[in-house]
C-alpha cells in the first residue's frame, strides 16, 4: 500500500524564483528496480516540461531492507513546477508509479540559502 498521495506536497509554487525540489523515497528492497522503472518515466515527463533544468537520482548506499532515494530536481520558478504538476499526465503518472508498490514519499521544495566552494568564505543567500 502506497502513502505517496499522503505525503507532503510541495508548497510556495507561487514564485517567479528557481527552486529545487527534493523528494525522499522508500521502498521495500525487492521493489527497487520496479521503483526505478517507473520513475523513469515520471522523470522523462517533467524533463519534457517547459522550466525544467535538471534531474538526479541518489540511492543510499549499501543493502537494507528497505530502498532509500533522493531525488533532487531544479527548476526555472515555482509557477513552472506548479503547472507541471497540476496537469491530467502528471496525476496518471503518479497513480501509476505508485500502483503496486510500497512507496513512501515525502517531497518538499527548497530555495538556495547557502553555497560553498574550495577556498570559498560562506555566505547566505537571500
Known amino acids: 500500500m502506497s502513502n505517496a498521495t499522503n505525503s507532503p506536497q ?6 517567479e ?4 525540489v527534493i523528494n525522499t523515497m522508500s521502498v521495500p528492497a525487492a521493489q ?9 518515466g515520471t522523470a522523462q515527463y517533467m524533463a519534457a516540461a517547459p522550466g525544467f533544468r535538471r534531474t538526479r537520482m541518489f540511492q543510499a548506499a549499501g543493502d537494507a531492507a528497505e530502498a532509500v532515494f533522493v531525488n533532487v530536481g531544479d527548476w526555472d520558478s515555482g509557477t513552472a513546477l506548479g503547472k507541471a504538476l497540476g496537469t491530467p499526465e502528471w496525476r ?3 497513480l501509476r508509479m505508485q500502483d503496486g508498490l510500497d512507496l513512501t514519499a515525502r517531497p518538499m521544495i527548497y530555495h538556495l540559502t547557502l553555497e560553498l566552494t574550495p577556498g570559498e568564505i560562506p555566505t547566505t543567500g537571500s
Open 17 to 20: 524564483a528557481p527552486v529545487t
Open 92 to 94: 496518471e503518472l503518479t
Open 32 to 40: 527497487r528496480d520496479l521503483f526505478l522503472q517507473r520513475w523513469l
Open 10 to 15: 510541495p508548497v510556495d509554487l507561487d514564485t
